[in-house]
Nanobody, 126 residues
Framework: WVRLVESGGDSVQAGGSLRLSCTSS????????QAWFRQVPGKEREAVAT??????????DYHNDVRGRFRITRDNAKNTVYLQMDNLKVEDTAMYYC?????????????????WGQGTQVTVSS
């Protein structure tokens, strides 16, 4: 059983910034792709950002709604993946989840990831 721990969620005003972190004490995040997803009640979980491993030169991809505002990075020495979120909007309000254990299929598909964190809440107010 793999345990991913997210942190950094908070309540902020629109235009503010947050940095989410995802780490694991028992899974080498450096060996595969990671992703951040978000979900609001009543809607499907959607991919926000993904980052590949060294074989992909750590290629990153973003949801169109966050491109230019969010940035996904990894610190291999700390076995941690980050999501820097700037210029937050009310519509960014959601539970954010870290995912790893990528199956090699579509990076934007939640079904392609085998391990998930418990989620961290981001609330953006106007």
């Amino acid at each position: 059983w793999v345990r991913l721990v997210e942190s950094g969620g908070d309540s902020v005003q629109a235009g503010g910034s947050l940095r989410l972190s995802c780490t694991s004490s028992d899974y080498p995040l450096t060996t595969t792709s990671q992703a951040w997803f978000r979900q609001v009640p009543g809607k499907e979980r959607e991919a926000v950002a993904t980052i590949g491993d060294s074989a992909s030169s750590y290629r990153s991809d973003y949801h169109n709604d966050v491109r230019g505002r969010f940035r996904i990075t990894r610190d291999n020495a700390k076995n941690t993946v980050y999501l820097q979120m700037d210029n937050l909007k009310v519509e960014d309000t959601a539970m954010y989840y870290c995912a790893t254990g990528w199956s090699g299929r579509g990076r934007l598909d939640p079904a392609s990831y085998g391990y998930w964190g418990q989620g961290t809440q981001v609330t953006v107010s106007s």
